[in-house]
């Protein structure tokens, strides 16, 4: 690899990748280890979708973390634009300057600094990664990008595929080495082909009963073991409900550290029924399933 080649821990083959993870405590399946690692060799972003809470921010943070670099996260939301996700200039000081100006010119003293300078600008995310890239490559986290409107994308192509930005005051900056760039959907709405094919794409699925049992040994190693094993079970039951929202990884978790804090060995329907707002955050769904968990722990039982 080349020596501006981001990768570092995770560069020289698919299994150093998964346990350079592993040791952060991020389980990764080889289908996604397999696409962090040729992302980080080709250099490519990595797009990941998926539901709610199945790990693809907690990705860009663990491979942060990995790499020892900045991590710089972009938050999307409805109406995003060019001033909030790359850079606008800083006007009410931009007013006191020219305020100031004008004094030292009535006085006979010299102007003071051009404005349109890196002094009055406000960097934002894109630009805070192409900046940070001086020293090293920085990891971008364009996060829940399908809140964003997709006017938005469009100016994502061009910076995805030449990593610069151009400032009119200020000329065209251009990262040094290549942010490593994840990208995340919820698959609230479609996001464009052309940005898709810029990208290396996976798709991150609920895990495996087995795969998040070992989640909880690693995250919450005080719980139970025989209540990590109903809970985790509870809870792949319920993702086979109709409701509303489902509950991800992250919020088995919150779960499982509750039931951790409440001591328990056994995971019974009051238990759960108290706790239920700790991995379903809406009423209609909380009162769907508070009438039936005694049944889905008897299932359990008997299953």
């Excluded at 907690?58 to 060019?82: F, M, N, P, S």
Aim: charged fraction near 30%; hydrophobic fraction near 40%.
């Amino acid at each position: 690899m080349g020596s501006n080649t981001p990768g570092g821990p995770m560069s020289g083959s698919i299994e150093e990748t998964r346990k350079a993870l592993d040791e952060q405590g991020y389980l990764a399946d080889e289908a996604l280890a397999t696409c962090l690692f040729l992302a980080l060799r080709m250099q490519r972003p990595l797009f990941l979708e998926g539901e709610p809470g199945v790990g693809k921010t907690e990705l860009a943070k663990v491979v942060a973390k990995v790499l020892e670099t900045r991590l710089i996260r972009l938050q999307c939301y409805e109406g995003l634009d060019v001033n909030q996700a790359v850079y606008e200039w800083d006007y009410p000081r931009q007013l006191l300057e020219i305020q100031a100006r004008q004094a030292e010119s009535d006085r006979g003293e010299s102007g003071v600094a051009d404005l349109f300078s890196e002094d009055f600008l406000l960097k934002r995310p894109l630009l805070q990664a192409i900046e940070a890239s001086h020293e090293k490559s920085p990891v971008l986290l364009i996060d829940e990008l399908d809140r964003a409107d997709e006017e938005f994308e469009s100016y994502l192509l061009e910076l995805l595929a030449d990593f610069q930005v151009t400032i009119p005051e200020l000329g065209t900056l251009e990262a040094v080495h290549k942010p490593v760039v994840f990208l995340t959907s919820n698959r609230t709405r479609e996001i464009h082909d052309a940005l898709k094919r810029r990208c290396v794409y996976h798709w991150i699925e609920y895990p495996s009963y087995e795969k998040e049992l070992a989640i909880i040994r690693r995250k919450v190693p005080d719980l139970e073991e025989h209540v990590s094993r109903q809970a985790v079970a509870f809870i792949q039951k319920v993702r086979q409900q109709d409701l509303y929202k489902l509950p991800g990884v992250a919020e088995t978790l919150d779960w499982a550290e509750a039931l951790c804090q409440l001591s328990l060995r056994n995971l019974d329907a009051s238990a759960v029924d108290s706790t239920l707002g700790f991995f379903l955050k809406h009423q209609d769904d909380i009162e769907q399933l508070r009438g039936s968990s005694g049944e889905i722990l008897q299932s359990l039982e008997t299953g």
